[in-house]
Nanobody, 122 residues
């Protein structure tokens, strides 16, 4: 089993940057796929990015390609989401989640954190 805790959210102006962290506990963390999702008010939770256990495979939703970067530090049991050139439409609660296969499908992720709020506004 894996426990996930997100941090790093906040208020940022358009064009700014934030780095989200997803700290995991559980001795099997290294074998899990970790994904980032987001949910804006009134909208469904959507896939943002995912990374495999070796960090050699990453996938991004089209709207964040070239702006967001997912990475993981297995020694620290932490996955990061570096978000640059933020836009107001990136405003959402961001969640990290763990799965056993590399997937962009929300329901394939078995473990979820509590989320961290990201607000992009001037």
């Amino acid at each position: 089993q894996v426990q996930l805790v997100e941090s790093g959210g906040g208020l940022v102006q358009p064009g700014g940057s934030l780095r989200l962290s997803c700290a995991a506990s559980g001795h099997t963390f290294g074998s899990y796929i970790i994904g980032w999702f987001r949910q804006a008010p009134g909208k469904e939770r959507e896939f943002v990015a995912t990374i495999n256990w070796s960090a050699r495979l990453t996938y991004y939703t089209d709207s964040v390609k070239g702006r967001f970067t997912i990475s993981r530090d297995s020694a620290k049991n932490t996955v990061y989401l570096q978000m640059n050139s933020l836009k107001p439409e990136d405003t959402a609660v961001y969640y990290c989640a763990a799965a056993t296969t590399l997937t962009t499908i929300t329901t394939d992720y078995n473990y979820w954190g509590q989320g961290t709020q990201v607000t992009v506004s001037s």
